[in-house]
């Protein structure tokens, strides 16, 4: 199942720069290892590393498929030195002692030796229904990783860790029901109470399998693999972790006005935390009329979320592709939109209340969204702003919009409460990141003055 020369590495360790360091074990195959095992005390003269991260799986965190290794931790690891260079963030060290082959009764096996030896606050619990075995195993397989996934979970909070989850992923060999065990997987891991990385939504090709372009072999993404998964990783979530940022939940909430007003146009813009491929972004809305509902600033050109003038929604890309419902959506009732985007299969999808409008093939680099504005509807409301860092399939799409909060690579939840019924703030961000929404204004153009017909004099408006 993977490479045997992979399986006889002996004890290896590199501290790199950037503060990653990667350690490599012979894998444990003892007999009747079980992740349901009493768990041994920790010893009471241990702290952890408030600002080391440790992740902890199988061949893919490991670095397997990309060059020297720099898989998508490294990576990752190589962002947050670049953060915290800049003054964004902590300066964080990162660990990985993954080991190719394992699935969840290995990792638990090896726990005491590899894990608290690292004395790191955060684990990252990378692995994967593959090594599982749901090739051929199916539910069993699948509720087995299952239980075995969250005892894991409530393994680190017992020793004091801060658990985070990597999603399920994709291999080249996988059936139709193996990817609908993925997708199902991945619809329950978004809905724990632990942060979660949504690694299927960066490199999925729609069916499973992985991007073309963008895999080493059947079971191992290449280098351009490893880079989207990296993006698909929220930057500043563990700086949000160790400020005490808590797991959203769905919050009740009203709505903001934006668009054209008296006193000038208003808008909101989010600007993605780091380089940015695959995306998600869904808002809802409430209007009468027509006009543009989110701007999508790309690195050449600005595409455009709209209802226009038949009173249906369309989507103009930057890179000059169209799309249009065919329902109205003026009808002064609420409807959500959705855009996903993946940036290595190449095809952007829009969703009009959980059902697909259309798909267009392209790939985009987008830096800004932008909600509201002068071009927006008049009088327009807006509720719950969601943007993730990875594409969506059509199980999570509609999910968000039976109004259920999905949380794997979350950067941005604004319910937009602008009643601030059940918020402080009417613009502030639930996920678990500290990227914030910009406030837009433009002046409101001039008043003209006209004669008024009873006294000939010059009267404002």
């Not at 060059?67 to 690891?77: D, I, Q, V």
């Not at 080991?99 to 990252?124: I, S």
């Not at 600033?297 to 038949?310: P, V």
């Not at 939840?413 to 433009?442: E, F, I, K, M, V």
């Amino acid at each position: 199942m993977l490479r045997s020369s992979l399986l006889s590495l002996a004890l290896a360790g590199l501290v790199a720069a950037t503060g990653f360091a990667t350690v490599a074990r012979r894998p444990a195959f003892g007999t009747g290892s079980r992740a349901s095992q009493p768990l041994a005390p920790v010893p009471a003269d241990t702290l952890p590393n408030d600002l080391k991260i440790v992740f902890f799986g199988s061949s893919v965190p490991f670095g397997q498929g990309a060059t020297n290794k720099y898989g998508y931790p490294a990576r990752y690891a190589a962002l947050l030195a670049q953060r915290a260079a800049r003054g964004q963030g902590a300066a964080w060290t990162v660990a990985n002692i993954s080991v190719p082959g394992d699935n969840t009764v290995k990792v638990a096996a090896r726990w005491p030796r590899d894990l608290r030896p690292q004395h790191g606050r955060y684990v990252v619990l990378a692995l994967s229904l593959g090594n599982e075995g749901i090739h051929g195993g199916g539910q069993r397989v699948f509720e087995q990783f299952n239980t075995n996934l969250a005892q894991l979970v409530q393994r680190a909070r017992a020793e004091g860790l801060v658990p985070v989850v990597a999603n399920c992923y994709t291999r080249n060999d996988y059936t139709p029901e193996d990817y609908a065990f993925i997708r199902q997987m991945n619809l329950l891991l978004h809905a724990w109470a632990v942060p979660s990385l949504n690694l299927l939504g960066a490199v999925d090709d729609g069916a499973g399998h992985w991007a073309p372009g963008y895999w080493d072999d059947a079971l191992h993404p290449n280098d351009r693999g490893h880079a989207e998964l990296a993006h698909a990783l929220v930057p500043s979530l563990f700086d949000a972790l160790r400020a005490g940022k808590p797991i959203p939940h769905k919050t009740a909430t009203s709505y903001v006005r934006l668009g054209p007003g008296p006193r000038g146009a208003t808008g909101l813009a989010l600007r993605p935390e780091a380089l940015l491929h695959p995306f998600t972004q869904v808002v809802s809305f409430r209007t009468a009329g027509t006009g543009q509902l989110v701007a999508l600033q790309d690195s050449t050109a600005t595409g455009s979320l709209a209802i226009g003038a038949s009173g249906g929604l369309t989507y103009t890309s930057a890179q000059g592709g169209h799309l249009a419902s065919l329902r109205r959506v003026n009808d002064n009732r609420w409807h959500q939109l959705a855009l996903t985007h993946y940036y290595a299969w190449g095809q952007t999808v829009l969703y009009l209340d959980g059902a697909e409008v259309g798909r267009l093939p392209e790939r985009l680099l987008t830096r800004q969204l932008s909600l509201g504005g002068r071009r927006a509807p008049r009088g327009g409301q807006y509720r719950n702003w969601l943007f993730y860092r990875a594409g969506m399939n059509a199980d999570e799409l509609r999910a968000l919009a039976a109004d259920s909060l999905l949380k794997s690579s979350l950067e941005l939840y604004a319910p937009l409460d602008g009643h601030r019924a059940h918020a402080s703030d009417s613009l502030g961000n639930l996920a678990q990141s500290t990227n914030r929404l910009l406030r837009l204004a433009s002046p409101a153009p001039p008043v003209a003055p006209h004669s008024s017909k009873k006294t000939g004099k010059k009267a404002l408006r």
